[in-house]
């Protein structure tokens, strides 16, 4: 995890600064464009004005090291996967994925039933947060997984322990 | 005396100047590049070797995945192909409605490599003013076969629905309101002095490089040479219909270089833009589509298709055995060619302009890839 | 000119080396059968011909017909407006044939392709390499005889199934 949380002793004791840093996070999403194949165009139309993927504090990030999280829209090759892995570890902490379309998900259409050089699913070399269903998904729906990211962050720890998470029913 | 040393960079594969993961290795001193080496197969997904699991007409979905952003061009030229060798001829009605639906393909497809080839400039908002007009064309396709992107709309023996209610006369609206703002991009783009500035006499490609080189669509065109398949082996109705292949004049200094492809892909959204519009004024009544088979077998032989896809040719073989599944299927994809002309092109260039040059050569990776 | 006629022309130079035309479904594609040794010398005569002129090579395209290995050039006339498919068969177990690539640049990567994927190696190519696998890769791919690979690089080929309905024969 990134430097916050190991920063303090244990007799320090926080109570509800995860709120904010949580609001902070989930408002301020930049992502890096992992444009693969089909599901790239959907993700570029996403930007767009119709969709308008900024009202929600996303925006796109074409260096990795400046990125929160990942979207991976497309096949994932053999060939690409280690790039893909690459481009994973240089991102900064805390670190996201977003699983765009059948192929990134579990190989859809290509998966290795049919296709010899497909990785059936980007969870197999990196972690994924939201998977998004749909061949290519639409644009709503991947807004729906960034919405769907935002919850998943408010209702991260970051700094509150965790025996004292959840004495006023939410943190 | 110091040694002369040269760098290798790395293009890619995560890079915004293709659409898809795509990587070119140059090597340079200092500012200019000295060769570059393109570096392909990120997104290659075996679809040649997947056609023959597949049934002939399973197998039209991963025509769509070929060039997304023209994917009704993959999905016609290989129905055209299964059409002719299994002598199927489709209805004229089917004909004139894969017109529409090929020219507004292109329309969606070149607007989008305006916008990127903007965008990799540094002009991000001319890539919002396309993707603006490209919602409209997508809104077109939900009407007509309810996708957006991969539309799986062209099928052997005629097209999968027909033209729904409420699609001619959004169509003529589209039509209407596209040909005005073609003024607004060349206000926005071709007129501007910084635009034209950056690719004037920028990557140039002669006709007589190209050709040899097997590069097709608006690169041969904007080199000047006019040979479009439409015009040179017409496919459906293009025949009937009448419109004119814009080339390259060298309007901004050199014929051939990123300012003559740019025009050429403007113009040609005109020319569909009438072509869609004749097509509709003609639009015959009666069957979209023939009745095919439950089971459908091609009969044993060979056949080939080509037609002109935003990008260029583009080709398919077809061998059958006679059996539910192709025996061989091979496409033939423009974009492919294009990696002839690296060599000779991103030579001697500075590194700002290999976005330029790659932008305006329009590269798809999955096509390249397959 | 029809296909026809340039199989009298081409045997009016070749003899021997030019295969009789096989026209197997009515004239959809018809292809003219070249012998390899002869191969290079054919193509750039259909290049230089003044009623030929071939100066485009459209596609070429790698078959494994089961025996044997072929490949054929589709080479169109931009000039003089024709098409003209050429058909060479090479032996499967040590596939070699001539490079095109200096009578068309087209054919630098066209070779590439087919040497990866059906184990053909061109003689004289400037750059031979793997181009859209990765290097280490294992087969050639689009011989009908390969067999998807387990791994690569320690990842897994194979996905389990969600459920036990979901798996395929």
């Keep these: 995890m990134g430097i916050l949380e190991n920063a303090f002793p244990e007799y320090v004791v926080f109570t509800q600064l995860d709120r904010a840093i949580n609001w902070a996070r989930q408002n301020s999403i930049h992502y890096l464009t992992l444009d693969l194949a089909c599901c790239g165009v959907e993700m570029m139309q996403v930007a767009g004005g119709r969709f308008d993927i900024e009202r929600f504090g996303a925006v796109s990030q074409v260096s990795p090291r400046h990125a929160d999280l990942m979207i991976v829209a497309g096949t994932v090759s053999h060939k690409m996967a280690s790039r893909i892995r690459e481009l994973y570890e240089q991102m900064p902490h805390p670190r996201y994925v977003i699983s765009m379309g059948s192929c990134a998900n579990c190989g859809g259409l290509f998966s290795w039933e049919y296709s010899y050089s497909t990785v059936s699913g980007v969870d197999k070399i990196i972690p994924v947060d939201v998977f998004v269903p749909g061949c290519p998904p639409r644009p709503e729906a991947l807004l729906h997984g960034l919405l769907t990211l935002q919850r998943r962050i408010a209702g991260s720890r970051v700094l509150v322990r965790d025996e004292l998470r959840g004495v006023d029913g939410d943190a | ?370 | 000119m029809e296909t026809r006629e340039f199989f009298e022309a081409l045997e009016k130079n070749f003899g021997k080396a030019i295969h009789p035309i096989e026209d197997q479904n009515g004239g959809k594609f018809i292809s003219i059968g070249v012998e390899r040794d002869s191969l290079k010398k054919v193509l750039e005569f259909c290049a230089a011909d003044s009623s030929l002129r071939f100066d485009f090579l459209e596609n070429m395209i790698g078959i494994d017909a089961g025996q044997e290995l072929q490949i054929i050039y589709r080479l169109v006339s931009l000039s003089l407006v024709h098409t003209l498919n050429l058909k060479v068969s090479v032996d499967r177990h040590s596939p070699k044939m001539p490079s095109a690539h200096e009578t068309w640049k087209a054919a630098i990567y066209y070779e590439l392709e087919i040497a990866e994927m059906l184990g053909i190696s061109f003689q004289g190519h400037p750059e031979p390499r793997k181009l859209l696998l990765p290097e280490d890769w294992q087969g050639f791919p689009l011989r009908k005889d390969y067999t998807f690979p387990e791994e690569y690089h320690s990842i897994e080929h194979r996905r389990a199934p969600l459920r036990k309905e979901h798996t395929r024969p």
């Design chain 2, 1 to 370: 005396m110091a040694e002369a040393r040269t760098l290798r960079l790395n293009i890619g594969p995560h890079h915004s100047a293709a659409i898809g993961p795509f990587r070119v290795s140059v090597e340079t001193d200092g500012e200019v590049v000295l060769t570059a080496r393109p570096d392909v197969g990120y997104l290659h997904r075996g679809i040649e070797k997947i056609a023959e699991r597949m049934t002939w007409t399973g197998f039209m979905p991963y025509t769509d995945r070929i060039d997304y952003l023209a994917s009704i061009h993959c999905n016609l030229v290989y129905a055209l192909a299964v059409e002719s060798l299994s002598e199927i001829k489709a209805p004229e009605r089917a004909q004139y409605i894969r017109v529409i639906a090929g020219e507004l393909n292109r329309i969606a497809s070149h607007l989008m490599s305006i916008g990127t080839l903007a965008h990799h400039l540094g002009a991000e908002s001319a890539l919002l003013y396309a993707l603006r007009d490209r919602e409209k064309v997508n809104n077109l396709f939900e009407i007509l076969c309810g996708a957006r992107l991969t539309y799986n709309y062209v099928r052997i023996g005629g097209v999968f629905a027909d033209v729904t209610e409420g699609f001619i006369e959004k169509a003529y609206e589209f039509i209407d309101y596209l040909v005005p703002k073609l003024k607004e991009y060349n206000d926005l783009l071709s007129n501007n002095q910084i635009f034209v500035g950056r690719l004037a006499e920028v990557g140039v490609v002669s006709a007589s490089e190209a050709v040899s080189c097997g590069v097709t669509g608006p690169i041969v065109r904007g080199s000047g040479l006019k040979y479009d398949v439409r015009k040179v082996f017409p496919y459906c109705v293009y025949h009937k219909l009448e419109f004119d292949v814009p080339v390259g004049k060298g309007e901004a200094g050199k014929t051939g270089d990123a300012f003559d492809r740019h025009m050429v892909r403007i113009r040609e959204i005109e020319q569909s833009a009438s072509l869609i519009k004749q097509a509709l004024d003609d639009l015959p009544a009666g069957d979209y589509q023939t009745t095919l088979p439950r089971i459908f077998k091609a009969p044993q032989g060979e056949a080939y298709a080509s037609v002109e896809s935003p990008r260029g040719t583009l080709s398919v073989y077809i061998s059958s055995q006679g059996e539910k599944h192709p025996f061989r299927v091979k496409f033939r994809t423009p974009s492919f060619s294009v990696l002839n002309l690296f060599p000779a092109i991103l030579k001697d260039v500075p590194i700002s302009d290999v976005t330029t040059i790659l932008g305006s050569f329009d590269i798809m990776a999955s096509e390249v890839d397959r």
